[in-house]
């Protein structure tokens, strides 16, 4: 384990110590003074609705070793008080953060794998995280916390391990150019380009843009994409002299690419060639857009010269962070898919196409508005109406200020209208849910994080199970 001194951070962060000793070891990082333990180091981050600055004393009582504050008059006897204890003073702390991250990143030479794209980048890391750990002692980004404050807490975790893989979200341009500054990964994958944050950026060739700042960071990386997706190929073609390029794909002809796909219910099955070997792989889960991650790590696998067989069998163990695709069996074989975490057109039109190729009785798909499209809205909105009809669902239960156009298009294109709920208070889903739901239904959750569907699916889930 490579160690931070309060000496280390002092120097990255032009930092002032006003109590303690420069050879005090900083080991764990955190920003809740809730959670902070004995020996922990404390950084005190403001943000729009809270100030850390007000919780270091806090911290240093539940027995943290260093605080790392922004200026603030500490009085004669505090100073005295806490004179076993390590206090830095820095002129902004988010930005002292990065600095430590980015010194921690690079007292490691070892594989940095770095993951975005508009929709699969969770079930993508845990895929190729699953895999890595095949062959090396393996961090990876936990949860959600793929962003400014999350990416360099991840790393500052880093102790003992092999390999990192790092999830990188954004929803404005220079946010990943920031993360990849810190983080210098190896090896990039952009999962696709879609819609997510459209509404920011303005077009999907601008989404692009703002994803391939993931290379910025780098040194001559490898750069794995998913050749179905018609703007990354685009890209591809027009840059794979210039730049390491590796393509996955079930469809265009690429790198390579899925064979005898058999798509089932609780999972899916491919065969692929793998260091000249034809492979045959399960995915634990259905749908297709997980043969495309298992794709994208047997790309992962063989950069790093991990045998096909540890490949294989990292696929074939992974399991998913929860609230995406997270399949829940009822009493009554009624099944909930909870894919409640987050929403674009893309993924409504994945998650759709998985119910569709499922065989039970009914299809209830519970949809709600996804976020930040901005003057797109309602395109696409729409858009997802149509992939209601399209997978034949067979109850649509929408709530949300934008759902009406889901519901609206669904019904333009030939939903009953006696099978649509447009239900404007989302707390009443449960109670229609309830009154409708029978025995062997499928019913899908999906909605952007802010709708807070997961709610939803945990009151349904002990209603439906107390019948």
Not at 195 to 221: D, F, M, Q, V
Request: proline share 1%; hydrophobic share 35%.
């Amino acid at each position: 384990m490579k160690n931070i001194t309060v000496k280390n951070i002092l120097e990255v962060t032009n930092g002032k110590l006003i109590n303690g000793k420069l050879d005090e070891k900083c080991i764990n990082f955190l920003n809740d003074s809730r959670k902070v333990k004995k020996g922990d180091t404390y950084i005190a981050l403001k943000g729009e609705k809270f100030d850390g600055n007000k919780f270091w004393r806090e911290a240093i009582e539940k027995g943290a070793n260093c605080v790392i504050i922004e200026r603030e008059e500490i009085s004669k006897e505090e100073k005295e008080k806490y004179k076993e204890k390590a206090i830095i003073e820095v002129e902004d702390t988010l930005e002292a953060l990065y600095k430590i991250a980015t010194y921690k990143r690079n007292l490691y030479n070892i594989p940095v794998i770095a993951i975005t794209g508009s929709v699969g980048k969770t079930s993508t890391k845990d895929i190729v995280a699953s895999v890595v750990s095949k062959q090396y002692k393996t961090l990876k980004t936990e949860g959600n916390q793929n962003n400014n404050i999350g990416l360099p807490f991840t790393i500052l975790r880093l102790k003992d391990e092999e390999a990192m893989v790092l999830e990188m979200g954004m929803n404005h341009f220079k946010e990943i150019s920031l993360l990849t500054s810190i983080a210098k990964p190896n090896i990039c994958i952009i999962t696709n380009i879609g819609t997510s944050h459209i509404g920011n950026l303005g077009s999907r060739e601008n989404i692009l843009k703002a994803k391939l700042e993931i290379l910025e960071g780098c040194k001559n990386p490898t750069v794995i994409i998913n050749n179905d997706n018609d703007l990354l190929h685009k890209w591809y073609e027009e840059n794979k002299q210039k730049i390491n390029i590796k393509t996955y794909a079930i469809k265009e002809k690429s790198e390579l690419n899925a064979k005898n796909v058999k798509l089932n219910e609780q999972n899916s099955e491919f065969t692929c060639e793998i260091n000249k070997k034809e492979i045959k792989i399960k995915v634990p889960i259905g749908g297709e857009h997980f043969i495309l991650n298992s794709l994208c790590a047997i790309a992962v696998g063989k950069e790093l010269n991990i045998p096909e067989e540890k490949i294989k069998n990292g696929i074939e163990s992974f399991e998913l962070t929860k609230k995406r695709m997270d399949i829940i069996e009822l009493k009554n074989k009624i099944k909930i898919i909870n894919d409640s975490y987050n929403a674009s057109y893309e993924s409504m039109k994945a998650s759709l196409k998985y119910m569709h190729d499922l065989k039970q009785n009914r299809k209830i798909a519970v949809l709600g508005d996804m976020f930040e499209l901005g003057e797109f809205s309602k395109e696409l909105h729409e858009k997802v109406g149509s992939e209601v009809v399209k997978n034949k669902i067979d109850i649509l239960i929408a709530s949300g200020e934008n759902s009406k156009y889901i519901v609206n298009q669904a019904k333009k294109e030939g939903l009953k209208e006696e099978n649509i709920y447009y239900i404007e208070n989302k707390e009443k889903i449960i109670e229609k849910i309830e009154e409708i739901a029978k025995p062997g239904d499928v019913i899908l959750f999906k909605a952007s994080n802010g709708m807070k569907y997961f709610e939803l699916v945990e009151q349904i889930k002990q209603k439906l199970n107390s019948k």
